[in-house]
């Protein structure tokens, strides 16, 4: 029987079919992930920039301009690192693990992309999206064939480009200030030094200076003997950028755009500006990121400008992909303590958290340690300096900095405490017992005395350097704190009570004037900028709204002169709610006007205003609106409120 090779071939049996292999290989895999790090970090980049310079205009982003280049880098290491540990699900979890490799990593690399493009969708919603983005993103991947593979190749020193360029563009500018301030003429007839020294948070009722029970600042009382203190400075706001925005510019809150999320914009002058063209040397070295940052315009007009610092992990904190993640542990944080009792969570969640945030605590040792480097470093010819510090270590969370001692509290000794002081701000003080608010204002009062110690630190090294013989010193503070001194009042930003505006301020002339003085008269820190242009013999000259206070200290300048009225604004915020938008939303604006042992104060749409005559009831508690003996001065006081603030106020004038 004849069998033709046709038949012969279709009766052999075929072989066993073998599958190709589908997916990405491992080698694929990281070398892909390699490449979404690269492309993440410069997409990343790239949408922040478009957002804040024509999106968001005037929105605080609270981010270091290191971000341009410290974000790509995160992005990179934190995709390799991602790469090995999904190269190795593909090598060892055959099909499946390839299939899942490939899907998690691109929808992974879409989530930084998708988060900082719409900051303000739920983070959980965008992760869900992108990887379900991710995986269709994969199947076009494994797809992909030649033309993916040229799109990887082009792209590559694109997106390596990026974080060079933002590099160098940072680098840059930093240069480009030092040369501009180096190439300004300096200033005729050798003008002293200004050294403007904020002890953020640091409320004159906490300190030996103004009569304290205890001895917190024996720096600031041997400085008050070289010079003048002032019995009742009274900040222009109960908060920190408003303050400052006013120290520099002169201006009352109500006229500027500084808020609890909007930065100062540039339509004001600043006293940095003033002082930079008139050839200072201008140096800003801030602890307070949150709101002394750059990003929030206090550091315009400065040359030199010190804000973030990147101990630990900081340096990550930056890429979107680990920012929300972390930040979220913070609600996670709040949502086990409301919700759901798991209290052994908490101590997990602080600690993954604080490792990212370690550069929030820049303590006044680091911040000396910048200014007396900018010092030494300085060259070109001889001219005098504007700088100007910030200390942040009174600040709550009230954490002694290292190698400190407590002199009137103790160390935590249980959660409760450790809560207490970690986290005080979000504790809810109805819940808080009285010898709780002793425990936690004991411990302010050991941050107060040990950042006195550290700025005595700082006076010494500058007089074994020759500096105090030419240098004005102006200690001050942008606002108090509050303990319940008032029912219900704590921390700052919440009132406009003393406790919270009552702040010291000493000027120190330079050694051998032999000026000192006591001023009893209320002065208003918006008269700062007026007063230091006036000290360096720019009076005439003064760009800056307010008066002079020389007059009160020199009576060659016109004995005690007239000053500006304490008017103090604020839009207050509720300090348990985490979320700033949600705690303005339900809260109306405040003023108070302190002058001649007097206090009216007032909030936005409430008929039910205060007045109260601090020698008489120095705790405000006696609220003298209705008795008929003050109607006068209740009438002079509101129509003087009136004149200052233009109306009625309204807490759309702090929002712009
Ligand atoms: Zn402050």
Redesign the pocket.
Known sequence: MNVSSTELKQARPSPVPVAPKRGLGPVRILLLAIWCGLAAGALEVVIVVIRKSFLDLNRLYWMPRQFLWLTPIADLVLFSVLGVMLALVAAFGGQRGRWLAARLLCGLALLPVFWAAFPRIYGPAGFVFALGAGVQAAVIVERGGDWFRRMVWWSTPVFLLVPILAAAGTLASERLAAWRESSRPAPDGGRPNVLFV?L??VAAGHLGLYGYNRPTSPTLSALAERGIRFSRAIAPSS???P??ASFFTGCWPHELSAGWLTPLDGSKRTLAEFLGQRGYATAGFVA?TW??GADTGLGRGFSTYRDYIFPDLAAFKWAVLVDRPVEGLRALDHDIRQRFGLDFLRPIARYVWWRFNSGERKDAAQVNAEFLDWLAQRTGPPRPFFAFL?Y?DA?YPYELPPGNVHRYGIRPRNPREVELIQNWRAVEKRNVEPREVEFVRDSYDDCVAALDEELGRLVDDLDRRGQLENTWIIVL???GESFGEHPGDFG??TTLYQTELHVPLVVVPPRGTGTRKLVSETVGLRDLPATIVDILGWGSDSPFPGRSLVGLWDSRKGGSGEVSPALAEVVPTDPVEPDLAKAMAARAAWSSLTRNGWVYLRREGSSFDELYNLDADPGELSNLVADPREHARLEEMRALMNQLTGGPLSRDRFQP
């Open positions: 904020v953020d948070t908060w920190t950028l303050s400052h307070n709101y002394c910030n942040y600040h503070s942008d606002h700052h930003g």
